[in-house]
């Protein structure tokens, strides 16, 4: 298995990702990690480095503040770009990123290229959750596309299922669809018309699910557009962060409230660590014709390495085949049900944006 890391991307780059590859690459015998950047950068970084590491240069850099698409098309030698060219190729299984989320969500259309049958690939990163399993949620698609169709969220339900079953070992995962109730008729339109497509997919569809009940594990994958997703997972941050200060105002107040700190930090510190995105990697983008992992901005050497072992783990089980294999199926399903002849009232319904029953 070759692993590509686009060196160059995140906040602390290229320290991070020369640190986290020295770390997976020692663990991991079986994998060969190719680190893709400035090669003066990183040489020093790496040392002696082990049998399994290497470098490949890239001369460019894209940064977070460059438009993606002009980015993607013009920095032909940028390290994103390079790492991306090299799945497309053949010459890496994989590749991860911490860098410019939209140029790499660019990079994945572009240049290593979309599924057969996929319409969006989805961004899917993890929801850590409190309950006791702390298999957390994995939900897309939380901002790489912001409008979507009802046949979008059935595929965004499959792939999350998969990736599921396949990444992390759960039997059977939970998918719910993210609405403003739990019964089937609640939501807008779009909720409306995929609750029906989603019913009739080989998962295990728990129906709707509300924003309020994610955190307490309600189901394994959770799917939404990329508007209502990244607004779920901002507005989850920011509370996160927000109790997080208010109990550090609290517990340093006074010095009966120290002591009481004192007591409870262990305890404190286990929840951050729960809450921590540095434990579950990154987030894959699905639908693309190999596998692309996006690492979070802020990735230090452990997040690189939680990475490394995630596309790993991927590689192993076939993830991107086993999805391929799936989509094609759900086409073919498709095509066979726009060949039937309709009636003039089922034509009204599908003019009209409603799903066909019967």
Known sequence: MIIAIDAMGGDHAPDS???????????????????????????PLIGEGKPNLQIVHAGEVISGDDEPVRAVRRKKDASMVVAGRMVKEGEADAMISAGN???????????VGRMQGVERPALAPMIPTLDESGHGTLALDLGANMDAKPEHLAQYALMGSLYREKVHGISNPRVGL????????????LTKAAFPLISELPINFVGNVEARDILDGVCDVLVCDGFA????????????????????????????AKIGAALVMPQLRGLRSKMDYKEHGGAPLLGLNGLVIKAHGSSDAEAIKNAVRQAKLALENQLVSSISSSMQIMVQKSDETDGQDLTYEQENEQISGKRVTD
């Open 17 to 43: 990702a020369a640190a986290g590859a020295l770390q997976a690459a020692a663990e991991w015998s079986d994998i060969t990690i190719k680190l893709v950047g400035d090669e003066a950068k990183l040489a």
């Open 101 to 111: 989320t939209g140029a790499l969500m660019t990079t994945g259309l572009l240049v």
């Open 178 to 189: 993210l609405n403003v109730g739990t019964e089937p008729g609640k939501g807008n339109e």
């Open 229 to 256: 997703g990244n607004i779920l997972l901002k507005a989850l941050e920011g509370t996160a962060g927000a109790v997080f200060k208010l109990l550090k105002q609290e517990l340093t107040s006074s010095f009966k």
